[in-house]
């Protein structure tokens, strides 16, 4: 088996899981949760305080480099246990459906060597009520809306990534 073919046969493998619901990828620990014994995730109450005044700070008009700032000045080290946290890693959490419960999985594909988002070229697979929840439906919403009216991007574009949370 050459190196495209064992690609193609990881790749596969993992489409496989996401449709049939086995797919570890689900259970993959973010900033707020820990994994118990089980292998289930489970909710780190300090870490989740910190991903809820994020969203606070995000809907009351804070931008990423104040809410960045602000965590520093708290001593609040990144998820990476770096003494700051980037605007980035801040962005990235509040996109993160993980917090309301669910998991979408395959929203990047691969093309050789880079990733890119998915945006139709390839089924995704959204599972709800997979763990507990930091964020309410409606204050992710809140806030992808604001990240929404805050950015460049066209309102096509706008329709497109909210089409899983209506």
Excluded at 34 to 60: H, M, Q
Excluded at 101 to 126: C, D, H, P, W
Aim: proline share 2%; net charge positive.
């Amino acid at each position: 088996m050459n190196a495209i073919q064992k690609s193609e046969a990881i790749k596969s493998s993992l489409r496989k899981g996401f449709q049939n619901g086995s797919s570890k990828m689900a259970k993959r620990k973010c900033y707020g949760y820990t994994i118990n014994s089980d292998g289930e995730l489970e909710i780190n109450p300090d870490e989740a305080k910190v991903v809820s005044w994020i969203f606070e700070r995000y809907l009351a008009g804070d931008s990423l480099g104040k809410i960045a700032a602000g965590l520093e000045r708290q001593g609040i080290p990144s998820p990476t246990g770096r003494p700051k946290w980037n605007r980035e890693a801040i962005d990235k959490l509040l996109s993160n459906e993980k917090y309301t419960g669910r998991v979408l999985l395959q929203k990047t594909v691969s093309t050789g060597a880079v990733q890119i988002e998915n945006n139709g070229l390839m089924e995704r697979y959204l599972y709800t009520g997979s763990h507990e929840t930091i964020i309410s439906d409606e204050m992710f919403m809140a806030v992808q809306q604001e990240k929404l009216s805050r950015s460049k991007e066209s309102q096509k574009q706008i329709a497109i990534k909210l089409t899983f949370w209506y």
